[in-house]
């Protein structure tokens, strides 16, 4: 009987020994036995997000994955509600941009507990161990881009100024904001130090300038409650504005309040249609173009080998056909260094568009006078 007992007790160990080498994610409901990919972006609302997603989804799909694709309305908790129900549904690998950097703790957990590789789309996502790789543009370059076209539109080397500047960044969820302040402030702090460069209304730290939900509204309420309030009177010289929903807030406040007839130098990021058009009509100065094709393109292949049990090192990007380097010391999330593929970002003005027509992704309008994106048309 005794040894009955031991038999039937050691079969149970198997048994749960060899469930715990299996991932739960890959047990499929719909019984395929194609692999799953789960992808979070934060929000339909933003043009880029809509990019990124079809792209991830038409790369995957086409290479014989099945695609997971969610939107959550840049709420954070329902991010996570999402993603778990995701993990629940089954998924093999999560590819997520996250709405808030710090609070997908619960998901994660889930996703560590059934061995489902997480990777961190164009945002670190911090404090967890969860996460395995990173894909992103260099934030700090875009920062420092814009910055440094700051300094050279205003010729901050030789001009005797004082120059007024406001600085209008992004969410402080989104762990690149801060990355993108700290570049571009890097690149103007030694004006800002000897007084060349002003700020009128004394907001020159990134929480102070933070823009929640890196929205065009709540950009446009502050950079309208600034100019009655800091440039009454007073010239403004540029905004140096963390990215092109911002930009396009900041432009609506100007073209609405601002009664000095001056157009500032104002700075942007992702070369959204809106913004392309500004760039046209001089109501924006810059903007820096990431092009997101490439970045989904890095992500689908560091996936593709995560998803083969592979282990993507620095190698990759020998085989990659983009410009990206590998950094495991840049991006630290509290908990570790995580391994990042960072890819290039270019300055885009208005005298220099076919970079991006080049790219097959923007093309003129029949005036030749406008680009927009191919597929929004
Ligand atoms: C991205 C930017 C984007 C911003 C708002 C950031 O995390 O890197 O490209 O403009 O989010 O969506």
Do not use: H
């Not at 996250?98 to 961190?120: F, N």
């Amino acid at each position: 009987m005794r040894k009955m007992i031991a038999a039937m007790l050691s079969l149970v160990m198997l048994g749960s020994l060899a469930a715990c080498g299996t991932k739960k994610g890959t047990e499929k409901k719909d019984g395929s036995g194609k692999k799953t990919v789960g992808i979070a972006m934060p929000s339909a609302k933003l043009e880029r997000w809509n990019s990124d997603g079809d792209y991830l989804r038409s790369l995957f799909e086409k290479d014989g994955y099945e695609v997971k694709l969610i939107y959550s309305d840049n709420d954070s908790t329902r991010q996570n509600n999402d993603i778990l129900g995701m993990l629940n549904e089954g998924v093999d690998l999560l590819l997520i941009a996250a709405v808030d950097s710090s609070t997908l703790t619960k998901s994660l957990e889930e996703a560590k507990a059934k061995e489902i590789p997480v990777v961190a789309y164009d945002r670190l996502i911090m404090n967890t161990n969860a996460v395995t790789y990173y894909i992103s543009f260099d934030n700090s370059e875009v920062g420092r881009m814009q910055g440094e076209f700051v300094r050279d539109a205003l010729d901050l080397e030789n001009a005797k100024g004082p120059f007024n500047i406001e600085f209008i960044s992004g969410d402080s969820a989104d762990n690149n904001a801060r990355f993108f302040f700290d570049g571009a402030y890097e690149a103007l702090k030694k004006y800002i130090n000897s007084g060349k460069l002003v700020s009128p209304s004394g907001k020159t730290t990134f929480e102070k300038t933070a823009t929640k939900d890196w929205s065009t509204e709540n950009a446009k309420t502050e950079m309208t409650r600034r100019l009655s309030a800091y440039f009454s009177g007073a010239k403004l010289d540029a905004v140096l504005c963390a990215n092109d929903s911002t930009a396009l807030g900041v432009e609506e406040a100007i073209e609405e309040s601002y009664k000095l007839k001056n157009v500032p130098v104002i700075t942007g990021q992702d070369g959204d249609n809106e913004n392309l058009k500004k760039l046209v009509d001089g109501k924006q100065s810059m903007t820096v173009f990431k092009n997101v094709r490439d970045e989904a393109s890095v992500a689908f292949e560091v996936s593709k080998r995560l998803l083969n049990d592979e282990v993507p090192t620095g190698k990759l990007v020998e085989s990659l056909a983009v410009d990206v380097k590998y950094d495991s010391e840049s991006y630290n999330n509290g908990v570790k260094y995580v391994q990042s593929y960072l890819l290039v970002p270019t300055v885009i003005t208005k005298d220099n568009l076919q970079i991006m027509v080049n790219t097959g992704l923007y093309q003129w309008d029949a005036e030749n006078k406008y680009i927009e994106s191919v597929n929004k048309q």
